[in-house]
């Protein structure tokens, strides 16, 4: 049976100042006050995690795993600390804790560790001394007793592996947009999505839609756990659970994924040599197209902080970025490729690779033509009317 506790996870953008976190004690003692035990997962405040990056590598161009986990976790440890501060003001009483505190298990990969296991003993015992517990997203300990951290974004999926091991109702994100939408509201006119299945949300994420993250999205999928994403200034929401897919037919989202790097080898030995760089690298391939002895692969630079890290490895490399047109049975219709090829062309932007499946259309394209394109697709196949609710 369900427990009476809720899981509430607040992004950096909504604890960047002293107001925004006074703001944040505020919501989370309302949830205490309607008499749930609750817990609060935090990122680091505003863009600490890039300021951190950035002064490790001030520091040394060499990637010193370990140490920039131990650097990255201390954005977090920040935030813990100042709410609970500013929930104790309050009147109420919370105590935070660091991942490795709660139990957060992980892989030994530092920068891109996945939770293997969730032991959340202290969080239980201060619960249930109706403490409100703020947990540091991000971060974790490994089987081998080390600090890691678990990819950008990666506090999404702290709050749903807690959510998941405290047998917690729901879990609730809150960032500076009240829902998922059609498209990225900072560069399009999109409309609301009220209600995605799991299948939906974790396109829209691995697409590039940063509102959620995809490995966070692929564990409540596991777990069968709601996601509701919130806004920490406004009413409303997106809910994100087992619905079966909704938007038959039609697109239902755009999406750009930007920071990638597109790299190409002439032959399958030139293949070979660069399949080896980027596993001595620790580099993600995002997608990978081979013809005819072109070999084409892209690179997400999300989890490194810094592009240069990447294009120095690679001699034929350029910077790309991918468009997606998502929805639920975009293969059995040759009327959306007719559609985006003339807009392509139209428009005279060169396409270095594309994806289709059931659940996207794709395209690979320059860098500088992305914010471009996702305003030409999300102008062209998105349609107010086709809201379902
Ligand atoms: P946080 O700092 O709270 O983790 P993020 O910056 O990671 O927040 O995610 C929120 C941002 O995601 C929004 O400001 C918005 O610009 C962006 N975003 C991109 N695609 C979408 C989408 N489809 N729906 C809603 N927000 C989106
Ligand atoms: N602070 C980390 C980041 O910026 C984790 C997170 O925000 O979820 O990626
Ligand atoms: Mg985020």
Do not use: W
């Amino acid at each position: 049976m369900k427990q009476n506790i809720v899981v509430m996870k607040f992004g950096g953008s909504s604890l960047s100042d002293p107001k925004k976190i006074k703001n944040v004690a505020s919501l989370v003692a309302k949830r205490a006050e309607d008499g749930k035990k609750v817990v609060v997962v935090v990122s680091a405040q505003g863009k600490t995690t890039l300021n951190l990056m950035k002064s490790a590598r001030e520091i040394s161009p060499n990637l010193h795993k370990r140490e920039l986990d131990m650097v990255l976790t201390a954005g977090e440890r920040v935030s813990m600390a100042l709410l609970a501060m500013a929930i104790n003001d309050l009147g109420l009483e919370s105590i935070s804790f660091t991942g490795s505190q709660c139990g957060i298990i992980t892989t030994d990969e530092h920068s891109n560790a996945r939770i293997i296991d969730v032991r959340p003993f202290r969080v239980q015992d201060e619960l249930n001394r109706n403490k409100i517990v703020i947990v540091a997203g991000f971060q974790g300990v490994s089987y081998k007793r080390e600090i890691t951290t678990l990819g950008r974004g990666g506090s999404d999926t702290t709050a749903v592996a807690l959510t998941a091991a405290l047998d917690a109702e729901y879990c609730e994100i809150f960032s500076d947009v009240d829902g998922i939408y059609s498209g990225d509201p900072r560069e399009v006119d999109p409309f609301k999505l009220t209600s995605l299945s799991y299948d939906e949300m974790l396109e829209l994420a691995f697409r590039g839609a940063k509102v959620l993250n995809h490995r966070a999205v692929a564990y409540a999928k596991d777990k069968k756990i709601a996601i509701y994403a919130r806004s920490s200034l406004k009413e409303g929401s997106t809910t994100i659970r087992k619905f079966k897919p909704e938007y038959q037919n039609a697109i239902y989202a755009v999406t750009r994924h930007p920071s990638l790097v597109m790299v190409t080898a002439p032959s399958a030995e030139a293949f070979l040599e660069l399949m080896e760089k980027v596993q001595n690298n620790d580099l993600t391939i995002k997608y990978l197209v081979a013809a005819e002895n072109l070999f084409k692969i892209f690179i997400s630079y999300q989890f490194l902080p810094e592009l240069k890290n990447i294009k120095i490895i690679f001699s034929h490399n350029l910077e790309v970025e991918s468009i997606s047109l998502l929805g639920n049975s975009i293969s059995e219709s040759t009327n959306i490729i007719l559609k985006a090829e003339k807009i392509l062309l139209k428009n005279d932007i060169k396409v270095h690779a594309m994806e289709f499946s059931h659940s996207h259309l794709t395209y690979y394209i320059s860098g500088s033509e992305g914010k471009n394109l996702e305003k030409l697709f999300h102008r062209q196949f998105i349609k107010p009317h086709q809201n379902p609710v």
